[in-house]
């Protein structure tokens, strides 16, 4: 153990006691989301700046909605001398600013046609729209007298 991983260890538990519900992991990586309702449909919007398409899993199972994300950032430094930039390069302790990763589960009403949802994503802003189908108006049972 190095003295960076000590600090880091103290920074994520120093608030621990002070703020009991507060994740410091968890919390800055979750997107946060608004949800809409019309007569038509249910449309959820999600922003999530720096990344595309290609880095967002959408999934409706059972009527739960899973949106979840990994994206890894890459950066390619170029060097016109290889070997003098490995060795200046110098190496990481800690790197916890390169992946971040998120995962969100929505449960649906039951009025959901599963069947029929889309997603767009535009400038960074990922759209669900989730179609409303009718349900069955409740059965009347008739009683009989024994």
Known sequence: MNELSLLD??????LEDTLPDFTFRGSFNTPKVDVK???DAYTLEMDLP??????????LNHNVLTISSHHEETKEEKSSDKKNAKKDEGTWLIRERRVNEFTRRFTLPDDVDGEKVAATFKNGVLS?????KSLEAPKRIAIEAA
């Open 50 to 59: 720096g990344r595309t398409e290609k880095d967002v899993n959408l999934e």
């Open 128 to 132: 669900v729209k989730i179609p409303r």
């Open 9 to 14: 260890n103290f920074f994520n538990t120093a």
């Open 37 to 39: 309702e019309n007569k």
